[in-house]
Nanobody
Framework: QVQLVESGGGLVQAGGSLRLSCAAS????????MGWFRQAPGKEREFVAA????????YYTDSVKGRFTISRDNAKNTVYLQMNSLKPEDTAVYYC?????????????????WGQGTQVTVSS
């Protein structure tokens, strides 16, 4: 069992930056692939980014490439999402998730554990 808690969301103007954090507890954190998803009202949850347990491989959805960076600090049991050049269409609740897999990571079905979410709002 893994517990995940997100933090760092808030309200920013377009072009601004935020860094989201996800703190993990419970079973061994370092064996899990970690991902970020987001969900806007009335829309399906969509993949944003993922990072393998070693940090050696990262994945991003096309709409955030070059703007967002996922990273992890295994000693702190924490994964981060650095969000730069934010756009209004980035507005959503952002969720941290953990997977025992290293494939199919763009699908929510690959993930076993989820955090409660943190709101990110980007104004025009």
């Amino acid at each position: 069992q893994v517990q995940l808690v997100e933090s760092g969301g808030g309200l920013v103007q377009a072009g601004g930056s935020l860094r989201l954090s996800c703190a993990a507890s419970g079973r061994t954190f370092t064996t899990y692939t970690m991902g970020w998803f987001r969900q806007a009202p009335g829309k399906e949850r969509e993949f944003v980014a993922a990072i393998t347990w070693s940090g050696g491989r990262t994945y991003y959805t096309d709409s955030v490439k070059g703007r967002f960076t996922i990273s992890r600090d295994n000693a702190k049991n924490t994964v981060y999402l650095q969000m730069n050049s934010l756009k209004p269409e980035d507005t959503a609740v952002y969720y941290c998730a953990a997977s025992s897999l290293t494939y199919n990571l763009g699908s929510a079905d690959a993930y076993d554990y989820w955090g409660q979410g943190t709101q990110v709002t980007v104004s025009s």
